[in-house]
């Protein structure tokens, strides 16, 4: 069995971090949001719980991007500026995705230290981090205290538009968790990604040599 | 030698009538005349005041018995009066020459009123003995002069008397010197029970309470201090159109002195109404009666607080409100009307920053307080009036009032009516066209209507919350009995948010209110036209809350439909596989 060190320390932690934070800010939030339909906590431990979780992500942000830009490795995020490699790469991972997979065909993408994400991976989590969760942190902190941030809040337009970008990013976030861990369970074997995240080694399946 | 002297001298004497005696005759003839007119001079007014003297000497029969100082007469409502004249005092008056029977002429000694049956009381009596007065001094005479035309005119009017004694009537010229220092002039006719009738039939007292006077603050002042057209020689007739115009009228005169508070005053709702036609609104004379001013502090007590004559059922509240038992208590700086709404300066406070101010500016640390336990508290205090938490038992809702977004400052009906070039009764219509309750897309179809091109505004909606009513906002209580739950707002089944309302403000602060239909806060048209007003949970998009079901089901369906598919096509991965282990095995 062939093992590559996949995701380092660093990594394991802040991805554990936001996943934690993830599931329960996204509880919180539709405590916050549907008082009337959910009992579990109070208000106020709602949103105190949510705040605090808030910042924890916020920092955590700060981990994974001084992390990969120090390291270097944020090149693994970067699609190819190659085009035409990367619709054809794109294009081949959505088509095994699709069909591949069905017809126990191989991956096409061979995940390595320094080429982590196959192209879709990066379209996907490029946006993500450089622009999703940085919108989400963004709108979440000018919500914390709507008064000190009044100004930056009437230059998006007003607190509801900011708002409503918040909870459009939380909708975005919790059915993307769904697609999130169901991937997770798409390695050779259904857990070998996920153990991978814990131990940071990621098994390869075995290739017959002729 | 002797006769010889006898001769000069009878020669000398002879020569001395010759020469003095006509001087003397001359001197004689001359000056008898000057002394009969100076003895007559001197002798006349003896003469004459003898004359009239002997009149009241005339009347001694009727002295023989009211000189006694005892002597008095029991009416028929058992009223007594003394009828006593004292002989001393009348020969003073300026009625001194006449008898006792010139004024009181059907009194003889054959029709003497013994009988006490005779008049029914005092004033009967004297207003049957001043009936005599008209003899000399005539209607017309009286007329003349405003005062006494009003008098005389009464059907009740008081009897000459009152004001000029029977048997002391002295000349007016000798009343004025002595009077003109104080109010008692004027006294002399106002202390009596005299009213005017005003052009619509109302009757305004004029008469005035000389003790009240002189309890009031003002009693150093003379009459003509405040009511400067009238002095001893001028008296105008003044009819006005009711009582009411002639207080708004009269008020104008506490200017004079009180132009700081008039000014104050000038710039309140009160006046503003005044100046509306409304003349139910207070002036000066309202609150601080007209001859009964008192010092400040007679207006900030409980039972001396002016406000309660037109808003007696607010005060019913205040007075069961933490601050009225306070108050009624006795505490020192617990706050009566005047301490948030202001004495002079009433302005219109509803849902007002200024009323905020006037809350914390005795609970100073209120902000400081409500920071220990509540999440940004400053905002939540800027955003709720502060009877929503601490008036338990009130109606709540969410008053939505337009702002100018670069100012800051409220967008007024008057500005709203200039930029939609309506008026006053159209501007409801163009708010609410179904008058059924605003709704979503009327809400936002004004705002961009006021935001077009070309009206130079832009304004936008911000709501606040607050109690339903004014009334409401002085049942504060006890602060255990405060709002202090989350939920109580943080939530869509919160009473608040059923309760929508456009309020629109006038320039002078007061409000006119378009109900607006609860859905207005979480339509998609809030987006725009509400997009200053959120409140977590309460205020949550409809659309958003579909959008986000329809998302996480979406989110869902791509694992389930892989797995599927999956599922489906594994006998087609179990053939290949079993393919591959054959060919292997050939091998």
Redesign the interface.
């Known amino acids: 069995m062939k093992k590559i060190y996949l995701h380092p320390l660093p990594i394991r932690i802040w991805h554990w971090i936001n996943a934690i934070s993830f599931i329960i800010l996204i509880v919180t939030g539709l405590q916050i949001r549907y008082r009337e339909l959910m009992g579990l906590m109070k208000f106020k431990e709602a949103v105190d719980i949510h705040n605090f979780l808030g910042f924890v992500l916020i920092f955590n942000f700060f981990i994974w991007l001084v992390y990969y830009i120090f390291t270097g490795k944020i090149k693994i995020y970067i699609p190819p500026l190659n085009l035409k490699k990367f619709i054809m790469g794109s294009l081949k991972q959505a088509r095994y995705y699709g069909y591949g997979i069905l017809m126990g065909e191989p991956n096409p993408h061979h995940s390595s230290p320094d080429n982590k994400f196959n192209p879709m991976q990066q379209m996907a989590y490029l946006a993500i981090m450089m622009l999703l969760i940085p919108l989400q942190l963004g709108s979440g902190l000018l919500l914390w205290d709507a008064k000190m941030f009044a100004d930056w809040i009437n230059l998006v337009g007003g607190i509801k538009i900011v708002d409503t970008v918040h909870v459009f990013l939380f909708l975005f976030f919790t059915s993307f968790i769904f697609v999130h861990v169901y991937l997770a369970t798409l390695g050779h074997t259904a857990t070998a990604h996920i153990k991978a995240m814990f131990t940071g080694y990621e098994e390869l399946e075995e290739e017959h040599s002729h | 030698m002797s006769e010889e002297k006898a001769e000069k001298i009878s020669g000398k004497s002879a020569l001395g009538l010759v020469i003095f005696g006509p001087i003397l005759g001359m001197l004689y003839v001359c000056l008898l005349p000057l002394i009969a007119l100076m003895t007559l001079l001197l002798v006349l007014p003896e003469l004459a005041s003898a004359k009239k003297t002997d009149i009241l000497e005339n009347s001694s029969i009727c002295m023989g018995c009211h000189s006694s100082p005892d002597f008095t007469k029991t009416f028929k409502n058992k009223e007594k009066m003394s009828v006593f004249v004292n002989e001393k005092d009348f020969k003073s008056t300026v009625h001194r020459f006449l008898s006792c029977t010139d004024c009181h002429q059907s009194i003889s000694l054959d029709n003497h009123p013994g009988s006490a049956d005779a008049y029914d009381g005092k004033n009967a009596f004297a207003v049957a003995a001043a009936a005599a007065c008209k003899n000399c001094h005539p209607e017309a005479q009286l007329k003349a002069k405003p005062n006494h035309g009003f008098i005389a005119n009464k059907t009740n009017a008081p009897p000459c008397t009152v004001c000029h004694g029977a048997h002391t009537v002295k000349r007016i010229s000798e009343w004025k010197p002595t009077l003109s220092s104080n109010n008692q002039y004027c006294l002399t006719c106002h202390s009596q029970k005299i009213s005017k009738q005003q052009k619509n039939g109302e009757m305004l007292s004029l008469s005035i309470d000389p003790s009240v006077l002189a309890a009031s603050v003002h009693n150093k002042h003379a009459c003509s201090d405040c009511h400067v057209e009238y002095t001893k020689t001028s008296h105008p007739v003044k009819q006005f159109d009711s009582n009411r115009k002639h207080s708004i009228s009269v008020s104008e005169a506490c200017k004079k002195c009180h132009a700081e508070k008039h000014k104050a005053v000038s710039e309140s709702i009160h006046a503003k109404m005044i100046s509306e036609g409304n003349l139910k609104a207070p002036v000066c004379t309202d609150c601080h009666g007209f001859h009964t001013v008192g010092p400040k502090a007679t207006y900030e007590t409980m039972s001396g607080v002016p406000c309660r004559k037109c808003h007696e059922d607010i005060f019913k509240i205040y007075s069961k409100s933490v601050h009225g038992m306070a108050k009624a208590k006795g505490t020192h700086n617990a706050p009566l009307c005047s301490s948030c709404h202001f004495a002079h300066e009433v302005k219109v406070t509803s849902m007002s920053e200024k009323i905020k101010g006037a809350c914390l500016g005795c609970h100073k640390d209120a902000e400081a307080k409500h920071t220990k336990w509540l999440?940004?508290a400053?905002?939540h205090l800027?955003a709720i009036s502060c009877a929503a938490c601490h008036s338990p038992g009130s109606g709540k809702g969410i008053y939505l009032r337009l702002y100018d977004?670069d100012t800051g400052k409220s967008f007024t009906e008057e500005q709203m009516l200039k930029i939609l070039g309506t008026t006053y009764e159209g501007l409801s219509n163009k708010i609410d066209p179904h008058g059924d309750g605003i709704e979503s897309d009327e809400l936002w179809s004004l705002v961009s209507k006021m935001n077009e091109k070309g009206t130079n505004a832009k304004v936008?909606f911000i709501g606040r919350m607050d109690v339903s009513t004014g009334s409401e906002a002085h049942q504060l209580s006890f602060k255990k009995n405060a709002v202090k739950?989350?939920?109580n707002c943080?939530?869509?089944?919160s009473e608040f948010f059923k309760n929508v309302t456009v309020a629109i403000v006038k320039a002078d602060g007061r409000l006119t209110r378009h109900k607006a239909k609860s859905e207005v806060l979480g339509s998609m048209f809030?987006?725009l036209s509400?997009?200053?007003?959120?409140v977590?949970?309460s205020?949550?998009?409809k659309g958003?809350d579909w959008?986000?079901i329809l998302?996480?089901f979406?989110?869902?369906s791509?694992?389930l439909a892989?797995?599927t598919?999956?599922v489906l096509?594994s006998p087609?991965?179990e053939a290949?596989?079993l393919n591959k282990m054959r060919k292997e095995d050939k091998r």
Do not use: A, D
């Not at chain 2, 943080?490 to 089944?493: D, G, I, R």
């Not at chain 2, 509400?530 to 959120?534: A, E, G, T, V, W």
């Open positions: 999440p940004n400053s905002l800027s977004q936008t739950e989350c939920e943080h939530s869509q089944e809030s987006l509400l997009k200053q007003f959120y977590l949970g205020t949550r998009l958003l959008l986000g998302m996480v979406g989110g869902m791509v694992p892989h797995i598919l999956r096509t087609i991965r290949k596989r």
